[in-house]
């Protein structure tokens, strides 16, 4: 079972853009690397998720290295309401079990 | 669309009882996994389900069981409740095949025993 290694928070001004790194050491051939965001006393909502390179959508981009043993959400000119934790998993997006969320990473948004 | 929808949203339960909390899937999806969220923590892992049978559990013991039913809803059982299970319990859908593991998560019970 792959585990997530994440800071355990960051802080970041209105209008940055924020990389936060996740390292998955033991990352399996069949896993895939995806993204959740919560809010507080709400359920954790899907950013985005690959499996190498570079994927985008219309929220963030996930840089994957070659060796997938780590990855970097990048989320472009932050605004207060991107305020929440941001969780890290790895898993078998095809027996998609036992996914493992960590602690995550509690990024502050500041004006 | 219809979200995935949990009830109750709150509930306050004493140690040794029993609880169950119920989940409505997504519309079209075809598995449910359920996680504990303790305060301050990630969501835990619980168990999932696929076609009504297990496909995957977590670090918990029997006294936390489950069903799906035939329209995909769900149930979390737990027995003899400890203080340690006050936690938001979140159930996620997904629709597993599709290469695309996007969970679709629910606003969460939160169980508090006393």
């Known amino acids: 079972l792959a585990k997530t290694t994440q800071p355990i928070s960051m802080d970041s001004y209105e209008g940055q853009e924020v990389n936060i790194t996740c390292s998955h050491n033991n990352i399996a051939t069949n896993d895939y690397i995806t993204w959740y965001q919560q809010f507080p006393s709400q359920g954790p909502r899907f950013i985005i998720q690959?499996?190498?390179t570079k994927v985008t959508n219309e929220v963030a981009s996930l840089f994957i290295p070659a060796d997938r043993k780590s990855s970097t959400l990048s989320l472009p000119r932050v605004s207060l309401s991107d305020t929440a934790v941001y969780y890290c998993l790895v898993g078998d997006v095809n027996t998609g079990n036992q996914f493992y969320f960590g602690t995550g990473t509690s990024l502050t948004v500041i004006p | 669309e219809t979200g995935v929808t949990q009830s109750p949203t709150h509930l306050i339960k004493t140690r040794g009882q029993q609880v169950t909390l119920r989940c409505s899937s997504q519309s079209g999806h075809n598995t449910v996994s359920w996680y504990q969220q303790a305060l301050g923590q990630g969501p835990q892992f619980i168990f999932q389900?696929?076609?009504?049978?297990?496909?995957g559990r977590g670090n918990f013991p029997p006294r936390f069981s489950g069903l799906q039913f035939p329209n995909y809803s769900s149930e979390l059982n737990v027995n003899a409740l400890e203080l340690d299970d006050s936690a938001l319990y979140l159930c996620?859908?997904?629709?597993?095949?599709?290469?695309?593991?996007?969970?679709?998560f629910g606003p969460g019970t939160r169980l508090t025993v006393t």
């Open positions: 389900y696929y076609r009504e049978e297990e496909n």
């Open positions: 996620a859908s997904s629709l597993a095949g599709a290469g695309l593991w996007e969970q679709y």
């Open positions: 690959g499996y190498k």
